[in-house]
């Protein structure tokens, strides 16, 4: 990932979690991968797919808390009380995470009893376009 890359994946990311405070900067461990950090805090991972020739960015996020809490620990991290957690047609080990009516990404449930999940979000290349 390059500079310009990182600066457009930091301001979609901004304007898709509504928190200006959002950062993203390369994994100094990993650096094909890049950290989401807010605050001082690290909160989710980017990693880069070039399959097929179509640029794509992969952000996942763990979520410490059970599926009751979801929704309030998210609407907390970001200080945003528009996120929403949908539930999925006919899935139930998942559950969609929107913005108001903009869709951002999928929660899965990282075992059986539900007490972790992971948000998984696609970003394409084309989505960046406006940043």
Same mark, same amino acid.
């Given at each position: 990932?390059?500079? %310009?890359?990182?600066?457009?994946?930091?301001? #979609?990311?901004?304007? /898709? =979690?509504?928190?200006?405070?959002?950062?993203v900067? *390369?994994?100094?461990?990993? %650096?094909?991968?890049?950290?989401?950090? +807010?605050?001082?805090?690290q909160?989710?991972?980017? /990693?880069?797919?070039?399959?097929?020739?179509?640029?794509? #960015?992969?952000?996942?996020?763990?979520?410490?808390?059970?599926?009751?809490?979801?929704?309030?620990?998210l609407?907390?991290?970001?200080?945003?009380?528009?996120?929403?957690?949908?539930?999925?047609?006919?899935?139930?080990? !998942?559950?969609? *995470?929107?913005?108001?009516?903009?869709? +951002?990404?999928?929660?899965?449930?990282?075992?059986?009893?539900? /007490? !972790? #999940?992971? *948000?998984?979000?696609?970003?394409?290349? #084309?989505?960046?376009?406006? =940043?």
């Amino acid at each position: 990932m390059n500079k %310009t890359e990182l600066q457009k994946l930091q301001a #979609f990311l901004r304007h /898709s =979690f509504g928190n200006e405070a959002i950062r993203v900067g *390369l994994d100094p461990k990993n %650096t094909d991968m890049a950290a989401v950090q +807010l605050g001082e805090r690290q909160i989710a991972t980017l /990693s880069v797919d070039d399959e097929d020739g179509d640029r794509s #960015f992969a952000l996942e996020m763990k979520i410490p808390v059970g599926r009751e809490t979801i929704q309030e620990y998210l609407r907390a991290l970001f200080e945003n009380a528009g996120l929403k957690v949908v539930a999925r047609a006919r899935k139930t080990d !998942s559950v969609e *995470l929107n913005n108001g009516p903009d869709f +951002l990404g999928v929660v899965s449930a990282d075992d059986a009893r539900g /007490s !972790s #999940f992971t *948000l998984q979000m696609a970003i394409l290349d #084309f989505d960046l376009e406006d =940043f």
